[in-house]
């Protein structure tokens, strides 16, 4: 796929070279030729002209050096064009909220209005969308509350759906010049840009309030980036490799999937200095070069991600239904959040303290018992302690409620001034409802059966007495003499007579448990879900029972002041609650996929459909494009495996620079695709085709390059060259018909035609397909 003109510009760029060495030639002689030997006197008139000519001739060079050259790439630029008027247009229909845009959409909305949110992906996604919804004058008060539901006036549908959709079109032109960076043909490289404009799965996922086409953005971007700053030197290096973490940064902050381009460009990275460790340079200087491409590669991806977690704190600070996810302290340094709480409460827990216990990692659930009993035998047929039932609700309920006492004291009304209890104090935890304390026995709990069951005690009069003694150990404690204090204690409560401390498992009990979370009391102390905190807090006033259910009943809890936590406190935790918050995603829906299924686009979403025709969005591929690139991955995959077996019995099959462009295509979209499609094997958690995009992208890039490849192989081989042009005529047939499918299907990207039956069935083209019908009377 050689072309004519770049073989004419070479050849003038190599006239250019032969004249200016002839015109330094010349300039060599002239200043041999004015050369003087010291003690020959004084330079003659006519050496003091040629001199004089010779400074004039370097200053005129110093002149010319300077220079600005600009260079437009009329290819990038006209794919850019293409790219625009397909994702562009039309773009605010559908008038309505399509798939994700539900979330995305309410996002924004609550960014508009500062309300923390809560979400298991970075935020600098929605945080551009915000920004262009911002821009547009939006007020955040539409409600994003189902599919399906329009959009009113209010809502800058187009600005709002214009970041994805620049992005998406950006995706055009940067494959052009991804596969110009693997040094293909130019032809090779506007045929994968074609292939990336001319697919409908990126269409679709570029036209709606979505993220992936950002992230794939900054992916393409960062690996040109790196791929630029492993083949330049000096300053320039730095400079790409500079921008390219930056982009990398970008890429994982918008979802945590862009780690894995993240992962691609540390290995590009380390294959270029492991290519020059057989260099003649010395281990210093080798070693000097590679700590600092790692410090960058490091340094600022964490800056980016850093920076895009303060600034979403900064822009959330008032209270909002996602912060109980949240630590007791994180809420309570929101705005109007726990502050409504806190209230007035006491700071020190003490002897008849009324006191909510909060597990402090991991799920938001209290420490709950309720008048129902453990039964007498599990399902597997092992005896229960037949005790009231203790676990852990997620919910706020007012048999959350205990009440701190020491074991010597009989009265439950705190003492003036309070008895302070302390790290290290043995207490009981009486249930606040039912006066009943909590308790272990050697007993199996009930679906943990390695752990003790935890209850409180009711006695039968049989012969297993109470077990209700705790000692609290506080972990974040500053001295052995701290006191428990409430929101900011974290504390441990271990059971006297076994040892074991008080732990939510995350298993939830049986519909006898009413499907609520078990608390056992574990032997392995040290471990996370054994740390609680103390989140609402009140003193006992009155002895009598009756009374004390009347208080904490109608205890009433007003917002006020806000506490305060450093931004690194509130980072760290985020993180945390992400990662323990992420397999909390919904499993089972309707559209769900499995990663096996992906290659060969088994299922499709369905994004939207009109409620008044057959008009409807579905995330779908170009089905030509899709299967050629399937199969371009084992093409390569059986190529590369050939070419290793035989280079390894000493059969050379490509010369030095095509080997280095198979093995660059290989290192970088081979590898990049298995790269971003593999870890979802392994993922316990609902996934949808969109997953697969990224991984995607380098497929129809290697498919390109796969083409690239065998019209070499035939080039290059004598008997089949006369098959190349039989080859360019079946690709460009087959090129037609990529173009085909996608304007045949373009009409579920776009969402603005009425569908008959007939038409969804002639798009029907796998059985797996879900298409929806309303039925027209």
């Not at 559908?94 to 992906?121: A, M, Q």
């Not at 799965?201 to 570029?206: E, M, P, V």
């Not at 970008?250 to 020059?276: D, E, H, V």
């Not at 697969?692 to 890039?701: C, E, S, W």
């Amino acid at each position: 796929m050689d072309i004519k003109k770049s073989k004419t510009s070479n050849l003038n760029k190599n006239k250019v070279t032969e004249l200016s060495e002839t015109n330094n030639c010349y300039l060599d002689k002239s200043l041999t030729t004015s050369k003087r030997e010291v003690g020959n006197g004084p330079p003659a008139e006519n050496e003091v002209e040629t001199m004089k000519t010779v400074q004039d001739i370097k200053v005129d060079e110093t002149i010319k050096s300077v220079y600005l050259r600009v260079e437009i790439d009329v290819i990038f630029i006209g794919l850019l064009v293409l790219a625009l008027c397909t994702r562009l247009y039309n773009l605010e229909e559908p008038k309505y909220i399509v798939f994700d845009e539900l979330h995305y959409g309410r996002y924004v909305s609550l960014y508009t209005k500062g309300i923390f949110f809560f979400d298991t992906h970075p935020p600098l996604g929605k945080q551009m969308l915000y920004l262009a919804g911002h821009m547009a004058g939006y007020d955040g008060n539409f409600t994003f509350d189902r599919i399906g539901s329009p959009y009113t006036e209010s809502v800058p549908i187009k600005a709002l759906r214009l970041v994805p959709a620049i992005s998406g079109s950006l995706l055009v032109p940067l494959s052009y010049q991804l596969m110009m960076e693997i040094s293909t043909y130019q032809l090779t490289a506007i045929l994968a840009a074609i292939l990336v404009l001319f697919e409908n799965s990126l269409l679709a996922q570029s036209r709606f309030m979505l993220l992936e086409s950002m992230q794939i953005l900054f992916s393409l971007f960062g690996i040109i980036c790196i791929i630029k700053s492993t083949r330049k030197s000096d300053l320039a290096s730095v400079i790409w490799l500079f921008v390219g973490a930056l982009s990398l940064g970008c890429c994982f902050s918008i979802k945590y999937s862009g780690l894995y381009t993240y992962y691609l460009a540390i290995f590009l990275i380390g294959r270029q200095i492991w290519n020059r460790i057989d260099q003649t340079e010395s281990a210093f200087k080798l070693c000097l070069s590679a700590l600092w491409r790692l410090f960058i590669l490091i340094s600022i991806p964490f800056m980016v991600y850093v920076g895009v977690f303060y600034a979403h704190l900064a822009m959330l600070p008032k209270a909002g239904p996602h912060d109980s996810v949240m630590t007791s302290a994180f809420q309570a340094s929101l705005q109007g959040g726990l502050a409504s709480i806190t209230k007035g409460q006491p700071l020190h827990v003490s002897h008849g303290s009324q006191i909510t216990l909060r597990h402090s990692h991991g799920r938001t659930c209290w420490l709950h018992s309720h008048a129902h009993v453990y039964p007498v035998r599990y399902s597997d047929d092992r005896g229960s302690s037949h005790q009231q039932q203790v676990t852990c609700y997620s919910f706020k309920d007012v048999n959350n409620w205990w009440i701190v006492k020491r074991p010597d004291q009989h009265s439950l009304a705190v003492s003036n001034p309070p008895d302070t209890i302390r790290h290290g104090d043995i207490v009981q935890l009486l249930h606040g409802i039912t006066s009943r304390a909590l308790n272990s026995h050697d007993v199996a709990a009930p679906v943990s059966p390695q752990s003790q069951e935890v209850s409180c005690y009711i006695d039968y009069n049989v012969s297993m007495p109470a077990q209700n003694l705790w000692r609290v150990d506080i972990v974040n404690r500053e001295s052995d003499d701290s006191t428990w204090d409430s929101i900011r204690s974290l504390v441990r409560l271990i059971h006297i007579d076994s040892g074991s401390a008080l732990r939510y498992s995350g298993r939830q009990l049986p519909s006898w448990g009413f499907h609520q979370h078990e608390v056992v009391a574990d032997k392995v102390i040290t471990h996370q879900d054994t740390i609680w905190n103390v989140e609402e807090h009140r003193y006992t006033k009155a002895e009598d029972r009756k009374e004390r259910e009347r208080e904490l009943v109608t205890a009433e809890m007003i917002p006020t002041a806000v506490t305060q936590l450093s931004f690194w406190d509130k980072f760290i935790e985020l993180q945390y609650k992400m990662i323990a918050h992420s397999p909390d995603a919904p499993q089972g829906h309707m559209f769900a996929s499995e990663p096996a299924e992906w290659p060969l686009l088994v299922r499709s979403i369905a994004y939207w459909l009109s409620p008044d025709s057959n008009a409807q969005v579905h995330l779908i591929g170009n089905l030509v494009t899709w299967y050629s690139g399937t199969i371009s991955v084992l093409v390569f995959g059986t190529l590369l495996s050939i070419y290793a077996i035989r280079q390894r019995r000493a059969h050379i099959d490509l010369p030095p620079s095509t080997a280095r462009k198979f093995y660059d295509a290989g290192y970088i979209l081979f590898l990049g695709y298995w790269l971003h499609y593999l870890p979802y094997f392994f993922m316990d958690r609902t996934l949808f085709l969109h997953h697969y995009l990224p991984a995607y992208i380098f497929k129809i890039l290697l498919l390109a390059y796969v083409i690239d490849h065998i019209y070499y192989v035939l080039c290059s081989n004598e008997k089949a060259k006369p098959f190349t042009h039989l080859f360019i005529l079946c690709i460009t047939i087959w090129l037609a018909y990529v173009i085909i499918t996608y304007k045949k299907f373009s009409v579920l990207n776009y969402g603005n035609t009425d569908l008959t039956e007939s038409d969804l069935l002639n798009l029907r083209w796998k059985d797996t397909w879900d298409f929806i019908l309303h039925k027209k009377n």
